[in-house]
Protein backbone atom coordinates (compact mmCIF):
# COMPACT_ATOMS: atom_id res chain seq x y z
CA UNK A 1 0.00 0.00 0.00
CA UNK A 2 2.66 2.52 0.87
CA UNK A 3 4.68 1.68 -2.70
CA UNK A 4 1.19 2.55 -4.45
CA UNK A 5 1.25 5.76 -1.89
CA UNK A 6 4.40 6.52 -3.25
CA UNK A 7 4.09 5.77 -6.85
CA UNK A 8 1.15 8.03 -7.22
CA UNK A 9 2.66 10.94 -5.03
CA UNK A 10 6.07 10.66 -7.93
CA UNK A 11 2.91 10.81 -10.60
CA UNK A 12 1.70 13.68 -9.03
CA UNK A 13 4.66 15.45 -8.41
CA UNK A 14 6.06 14.65 -12.46
CA UNK A 15 2.34 15.63 -13.60
CA UNK A 16 2.82 19.34 -11.25
CA UNK A 17 6.60 18.99 -13.47
CA UNK A 18 4.83 18.96 -16.98
CA UNK A 19 2.32 21.02 -15.97
CA UNK A 20 5.20 24.06 -14.78
CA UNK A 21 7.21 23.56 -18.48
CA UNK A 22 4.02 23.80 -20.08
CA UNK A 23 3.26 27.59 -18.10
CA UNK A 24 6.51 28.08 -18.50
CA UNK A 25 6.63 27.64 -22.36
CA UNK A 26 3.42 29.22 -22.90
CA UNK A 27 4.81 32.48 -20.85
CA UNK A 28 7.95 32.20 -23.23
CA UNK A 29 5.97 31.93 -26.51
CA UNK A 30 3.96 34.95 -25.59
CA UNK A 31 6.88 37.30 -24.54
CA UNK A 32 8.66 36.29 -27.75
CA UNK A 33 5.48 37.28 -29.75
CA UNK A 34 5.38 40.71 -27.91
CA UNK A 35 9.41 40.44 -28.72
CA UNK A 36 8.52 39.76 -32.43
CA UNK A 37 5.91 42.63 -32.65
CA UNK A 38 7.77 45.33 -31.13
CA UNK A 39 10.96 44.52 -33.68
CA UNK A 40 8.38 44.91 -36.35
CA UNK A 41 7.16 47.92 -34.93
CA UNK A 42 10.30 49.32 -34.47
CA UNK A 43 11.26 48.31 -38.30
CA UNK A 44 8.32 50.42 -39.32
CA UNK A 45 9.31 53.42 -37.76
CA UNK A 46 13.17 53.09 -38.09
CA UNK A 47 11.97 53.18 -42.41
CA UNK A 48 9.14 56.10 -41.35
CA UNK A 49 12.23 57.93 -40.26
CA UNK A 50 14.79 57.11 -42.47
CA UNK A 51 12.51 58.13 -45.25
CA UNK A 52 11.05 61.32 -44.23
CA UNK A 53 15.22 62.31 -43.06
CA UNK A 54 16.06 61.12 -46.89
CA UNK A 55 13.24 63.50 -48.22
CA UNK A 56 14.50 66.42 -46.05
CA UNK A 57 18.12 66.23 -46.54
CA UNK A 58 17.75 66.02 -50.64
CA UNK A 59 14.84 69.24 -50.35
CA UNK A 60 17.86 70.80 -48.87
CA UNK A 61 20.34 70.02 -50.94
CA UNK A 62 18.34 71.07 -54.21
CA UNK A 63 17.49 74.35 -53.24
CA UNK A 64 21.40 74.82 -51.78
CA UNK A 65 22.23 74.08 -55.84
CA UNK A 66 19.22 76.03 -56.82
CA UNK A 67 20.96 79.31 -54.54
CA UNK A 68 24.41 78.06 -55.66
CA UNK A 69 23.02 78.26 -59.36
CA UNK A 70 21.33 82.11 -59.05
CA UNK A 71 24.65 83.46 -56.95
CA UNK A 72 27.28 81.66 -58.98
CA UNK A 73 28.97 84.76 -60.36
CA UNK A 74 28.06 86.82 -57.61
CA UNK A 75 30.27 85.71 -54.97
CA UNK A 76 32.82 83.34 -54.58
CA UNK A 77 32.81 83.51 -50.81
CA UNK A 78 29.01 82.12 -51.06
CA UNK A 79 29.54 79.58 -53.31
CA UNK A 80 32.02 77.83 -51.53
CA UNK A 81 29.79 77.70 -48.39
CA UNK A 82 27.20 75.68 -50.75
CA UNK A 83 29.80 73.46 -51.42
CA UNK A 84 30.83 72.87 -47.79
CA UNK A 85 27.02 72.59 -46.48
CA UNK A 86 26.55 70.47 -49.66
CA UNK A 87 29.06 68.07 -48.63
CA UNK A 88 27.57 67.65 -44.76
CA UNK A 89 24.11 67.15 -46.17
CA UNK A 90 25.10 64.40 -48.72
CA UNK A 91 27.64 62.81 -45.83
CA UNK A 92 24.27 62.61 -43.48
CA UNK A 93 22.44 61.45 -46.22
CA UNK A 94 25.30 58.49 -47.04
CA UNK A 95 24.98 57.96 -43.00
CA UNK A 96 21.60 57.80 -43.39
CA UNK A 97 21.56 54.95 -45.53
CA UNK A 98 23.13 52.78 -42.70
CA UNK A 99 19.70 52.26 -41.82
CA UNK A 100 19.71 49.00 -44.44
CA UNK A 101 22.33 47.72 -42.20
CA UNK A 102 20.12 47.66 -38.94
CA UNK A 103 16.67 46.49 -41.12
CA UNK A 104 18.98 43.38 -41.44
CA UNK A 105 20.24 42.97 -37.86
CA UNK A 106 16.55 43.49 -36.92
CA UNK A 107 15.61 40.86 -39.63
CA UNK A 108 17.87 38.47 -38.12
CA UNK A 109 16.39 38.81 -34.88
CA UNK A 110 12.67 38.17 -35.68
CA UNK A 111 14.13 35.21 -37.49
CA UNK A 112 15.72 33.72 -34.82
CA UNK A 113 12.52 34.96 -32.57
CA UNK A 114 10.55 33.08 -34.93
CA UNK A 115 12.34 30.16 -34.46
CA UNK A 116 12.55 29.65 -30.74
CA UNK A 117 8.47 30.40 -31.05
CA UNK A 118 7.96 27.73 -33.63
CA UNK A 119 9.77 25.04 -31.37
CA UNK A 120 8.09 26.53 -27.98
CA UNK A 121 4.90 25.54 -29.92
CA UNK A 122 5.42 22.40 -31.01
CA UNK A 123 6.62 21.73 -27.64
CA UNK A 124 3.42 22.57 -26.71
CA UNK A 125 1.69 20.56 -28.89
CA UNK A 126 3.70 17.79 -27.25
CA UNK A 127 1.78 18.09 -24.44
CA UNK A 128 -1.88 18.46 -25.72
CA UNK A 129 -2.53 14.85 -25.88
CA UNK A 130 -3.75 13.21 -22.96
CA UNK A 131 -1.61 10.72 -20.41
CA UNK A 132 -3.07 7.37 -20.66
CA UNK A 133 -2.02 6.54 -16.95
CA UNK A 134 -1.99 9.75 -15.26
CA UNK A 135 -1.04 7.37 -12.52
CA UNK A 136 2.00 6.71 -14.17
CA UNK A 137 5.06 8.96 -13.65
CA UNK A 138 6.89 7.28 -16.29
CA UNK A 139 4.48 9.07 -18.91
CA UNK A 140 4.83 12.24 -17.48
CA UNK A 141 8.58 12.59 -17.22
CA UNK A 142 8.28 11.16 -20.57
CA UNK A 143 6.49 14.13 -21.80
CA UNK A 144 8.72 16.38 -20.27
CA UNK A 145 11.49 15.15 -21.37
CA UNK A 146 10.24 15.29 -24.65
CA UNK A 147 9.27 18.86 -24.54
CA UNK A 148 12.72 20.34 -22.88
CA UNK A 149 14.39 18.01 -25.87
CA UNK A 150 12.18 20.23 -28.32
CA UNK A 151 13.29 23.42 -27.07
CA UNK A 152 16.83 22.86 -26.22
CA UNK A 153 16.60 21.64 -30.25
CA UNK A 154 15.55 24.98 -30.99
CA UNK A 155 17.98 26.70 -28.92
CA UNK A 156 20.89 24.46 -30.75
CA UNK A 157 19.29 25.27 -34.07
CA UNK A 158 19.23 28.66 -33.86
CA UNK A 159 22.84 28.78 -32.60
CA UNK A 160 23.87 26.53 -35.60
CA UNK A 161 22.35 28.65 -38.04
CA UNK A 162 24.25 31.68 -36.53
CA UNK A 163 27.36 30.00 -37.71
CA UNK A 164 25.91 28.43 -41.02
CA UNK A 165 28.73 28.68 -43.84
CA UNK A 166 28.27 32.11 -45.75
CA UNK A 167 26.39 30.79 -49.11
CA UNK A 168 23.21 29.78 -46.40
CA UNK A 169 23.64 32.55 -44.07
CA UNK A 170 20.74 34.76 -45.93
CA UNK A 171 18.35 32.15 -45.10
CA UNK A 172 19.99 31.98 -41.60
CA UNK A 173 19.30 35.87 -40.69
CA UNK A 174 22.46 37.33 -41.05
CA UNK A 175 23.72 40.51 -41.96
CA UNK A 176 25.47 41.74 -45.13
CA UNK A 177 27.63 44.19 -44.79
CA UNK A 178 27.90 46.92 -47.54
Not at 117 to 124: S, T, V, W, Y
Amino acid sequence: MKGQTKAARGAKDAEQAADLLVAVATTLNERLAITANELARSQAMLLEASEELMTAFRGAADRIVAAQRVDSGANVEKAAEYGVVLDHLYRAVHHLQSHDLVNQLIDAQKLRVGKMREKLLEALSLAQPPVSDPAQAGQWIERSRAMLDCIVAGIAQIDDEARAPRSDRKRAGSVDLF
